[in-house]
Nanobody
Framework: QVQLLESGGGLVQAGGSLRLSCAAS????????MGWYRQAPGKQRELVAD???????NYADSVKGRFTISRDNAKNTVYLQMNSLKPEDTAVYYC???????????????WGQGTQVTVSS
């Protein structure tokens, strides 16, 4: 069974930092795009950042210069380093990956369970 497992959320004061991790497990043929979305209470889920298998990155304007996405292909893991956190960054953060399981050899979108990030002012 292919799945994503997130870790690293928590409570931090404004100006602080957190690092989120998301590891893919299972019998995976390949992992293409990976990334992070977030959803604040009463708001729609929004893209935070994503990264291709080749390392090209894309960021939401609201996090540019503060967040850094990276991935370790050998570990099937994507990271989100969040610096200079603001109260408006408070949300549940979800990782996702476009993965090809060995059993199907078709690409599917997979989502993590979500991890809470709370930034206090």
């Amino acid at each position: 069974q292919v799945q994503l497992l997130e870790s690293g959320g928590g409570l931090v004061q404004a100006g602080g930092s957190l690092r989120l991790s998301c590891a893919a497990s299972g019998t995976i043929f390949s992992i293409n795009g990976m990334g992070w979305y977030r959803q604040a209470p009463g708001k729609q889920r929004e893209l935070v950042a994503d990264i291709t298998s080749g390392g090209s990155t894309n960021y939401a304007d609201s996090v540019k210069g503060r967040f850094t996405i990276s991935r370790d292909n050998a570990k099937n893991t994507v990271y989100l380093q969040m610096n200079s956190l603001k109260p408006e960054d408070t949300a549940v953060y979800y990782c996702y990956a476009k993965m090809v399981p060995v059993v199907t050899l078709d690409e599917y979108d997979y989502w993590g369970q979500g991890t809470q990030v709370t930034v206090s002012s």
